[in-house]
């Protein structure tokens, strides 16, 4: 993988962890990460990790590669958090 | 919004996501493999005894393949890589004219190398049909074969997804933003199987959209361009593609000879598109006026118009560029946005890490599927009262449901590696592949265990089975590689120890879903159609089937 591949996604799964965590539905932490600064955080790691992408990727492809990857992460943030912290029975 | 619209988009929600689910389960766990599928290929591909030769030497093996084997001439492919799927540099098919564009039973591979004295060396060669079986199961919603009957009814069940998707976002809008991410588990199982659902469904309601438009799409293309072609282009849109008829007298046949070396057909294709990696020529009509090499390969930073890359097509005996409306990063926008459609579909682009992440959201996909059903047969849970001794007997429907969905999605599971399995086990004893068969036999037989056993149990029993089979993978590479008089083999190259190492993960993943499923059994809530069957006194054996099993 390209550095600025993984870089890129480094970055936007790190933003979108913060953005995660600043959840009050989040199960990682006792408590949401303060909500204004870990959401401005986010985005602009987010920006970031997209912006890493343009630099080996054409727009059109970086688009949909960041998308996709974000769908991802945002999909398996929660189901970490509950298999972390089962609290029922299934 | 009103509460009576809400209750009708969550009745169409319910019904087109139960009468879908399980075979878009199949379609998604298959297609979650599919996209790996030439790694499948070159896992399943026993070694070839034929002898690769430099690219150097491919002008000699065209020449004299050709001058020896004329059906050769109409389609034949040079690869430039080396891979255990591919024994050797150069091969072509030929089909039947009656027979299906889909296909691919009909279709018979040759190969052909160079010998040790630079003469061609032909054979028929029989590839894996098992990554193109999965495939098939993938587009055909689990359906045997891929023709147009079977293609309409998986259109029908991606328009009724569809309609689903639509119709669930609808049903969340009230309470989408203080839902979001929640996954809240405890008591309140309904609420929690809701959640599971919800967060997969709603964070990749864009992967699902696509999927669900392009599979109608690719259900009926058939049909659309027709009917495109009659009422817009008054029937000419379709003779415009047909080849020119050859002009009267004799023709000229070209000598295959004069062509450029492959070398310089793949340098003037870089040449052209920098960050293009070509993988294979795909030579066409040689011999004929319309002679055309499609240089394939792929490029990683743009979008690919299919899911093997894309092609620039060139004159092979000139090397002028006929047309790069095919080439990733080179379309027009017409082209682009056509294939942008494929690509989404197909995780052609953005290389390797893009096909783990529509691995990953092939399988959540799959899980969506399963959860759906999971919750339509808790919302029918007849619970036990405070005061009630026994546990109440559950709903028919809900008992039936239950065995179903387990009976499907696991024996899909099951089936998918039995199939990868038995394909090498009976190859190194001699014997044909079998994919169809061994399939088939794991997924019914699952299906009726599920109805015989009851939902609870056979859960557990089917995934220690999935365990096993899916552990028997790599276990099968292994005895390859320990044993080599055994027949069996192990590929070393990363693709294919992807392969063994996935199948490993996944194993591992299903012993934790049975060990859970059994704790759940034996010590969840006996008011389920989950919980072990209990037995009353005087029952005879076999009929304590009151809230699992529903025989």
């Given amino acids: ?90 | 919004m009103r509460t009576d619209f809400v209750r009708i988009y969550k009745a169409v929600h319910t019904w087109t996501g139960i009468l879908t689910g399980m075979a878009l389960f199949i379609a998604f766990y298959a297609g979650a493999l599919t996209v790996f599928k030439e790694p499948l290929a070159r896992w399943i591909a026993p070694p070839s005894a034929l002898q690769q030769i430099p690219l150097e030497q491919a002008p000699q093996l065209i020449a004299r393949t050709l001058a020896a084997h004329p059906d050769s001439r109409r389609d034949f492919t040079l690869h430039l890589r080396q891979a255990e799927h591919l024994p050797a540099p150069m091969d072509w098919q030929t089909r039947p004219a009656e027979a299906d564009d889909h296909d691919e039973t009909a279709v018979r591979h040759f190969v052909a190398t160079l010998d040790g004295n630079g003469e061609p060396l032909v054979q028929a060669h029989q590839p894996s049909a098992l990554p193109h079986f999965i495939d098939v199961l993938h587009r055909v919603v689990g359906l045997p074969v891929d023709t147009d009957p079977n293609r309409w009814i998986m259109g029908v069940a991606a328009a009724l997804y569809t309609l689903a998707l639509v119709s669930g976002v609808v049903v969340l809008l009230p309470s989408l933003v203080k839902d979001f991410f929640a996954l809240r588990l405890g008591r309140n199982l309904k609420r929690m199987w809701l959640d599971a659902h919800n967060v997969v469904g709603i964070v990749s309601l864009p992967f699902h959209l696509v999927m669900a438009l392009t599979a109608v799409v690719f259900a009926y293309h058939d049909g659309i361009y027709a009917l495109q072609d009659k009422l817009i282009h008054d029937g000419q849109w379709s003779t415009a593609f047909q080849r020119q008829r050859p002009a009267e007298g004799p023709q000229a046949t070209r000598d295959p000879a004069e062509m450029l070396p492959p070398l310089e057909l793949v340098a003037k294709a870089r040449a052209f598109a920098p960050g293009f990696t070509p993988s294979m020529l795909q030579y066409q009509q040689v011999t004929g006026p319309r002679a055309v090499v499609r240089v394939w390969g792929k490029d990683e930073a743009a979008v690919s118009p299919r899911a093997r890359g894309g092609f620039l097509a060139l004159d092979p005996y000139t090397g002028r560029v006929l047309s790069s409306d095919f080439l990733p990063g080179q379309q027009s926008t017409p082209n682009l946005f056509i294939s942008s459609f494929f690509a989404l579909h197909m995780a052609a682009f953005g290389g390797t890490p893009v096909q783990w992440m529509y691995f990953l959201l092939g399988l959540a996909g799959a899980w969506l599927f399963y959860s759906g059903n999971l919750l339509w047969v808790e919302s029918r849970r007849r619970k036990q009262a405070r005061d009630a001794a026994t546990p109440p007997p559950q709903r028919r429907d809900a008992r039936l449901m239950a065995a179903a969905t387990v009976g499907v999605c696991l024996g899909c599971i099951c089936g998918i590696s039995l199939a990868l399995v038995g394909g090498k086990w009976l190859y190194a004893l001699g014997g044909s592949e079998a994919s169809a068969l061994l399939y088939y036999s794991a997924f019914f037989a699952a299906i009726a265990w599920a109805f015989l056993a009851g939902a609870g149990r056979a859960a557990v029993h089917l995934l220690w089975l999935a365990c096993a089979l899916t552990l028997a993978i790599p276990l099968t590479s292994l005895t390859g590689a320990l044993l080599p008089g055994s027949g069996l083999w192990a590929h070393g190259s990363p693709a294919s120890l992807g392969v063994d190492l996935t199948a490993l993960a996944g194993a591992a993943c299903f012993a934790l879903m049975a060990r859970a499923t059994r704790r759940r059994l034996c010590q969840g809530r006996q008011d389920s159609v989950w919980a072990a069957p209990t037995r009353q006194p005087g029952d005879a054996p076999g009929q304590g089937a009151e809230n699992g099993s529903p025989v």
Avoid at chain 1, 57 to 69: A, E, G, K, R
Wanted: with cysteine; hydrophobic share 45%.
């Fill in chain 1, 1 to 90: 993988m390209n550095a600025y591949t993984f870089t890129g996604l480094l970055l936007s799964l790190a933003g979108g962890t913060a953005i995660y965590l600043a959840s009050p539905n989040q199960r990682w932490c006792r408590r949401p990460l303060p909500r204004t600064p870990a959401r401005l955080g986010g985005t602009l790691l987010l920006a970031l990790g997209c912006f890493s992408l343009t630099r080996v990727l054409q727009p059109l492809t970086t688009s949909f590669v960041f998308i996709t990857w974000l769908m991802l992460v945002f999909t398996l943030l929660p189901y970490i958090g509950a298999l972390g912290r089962p609290g029922g029975e299934s």
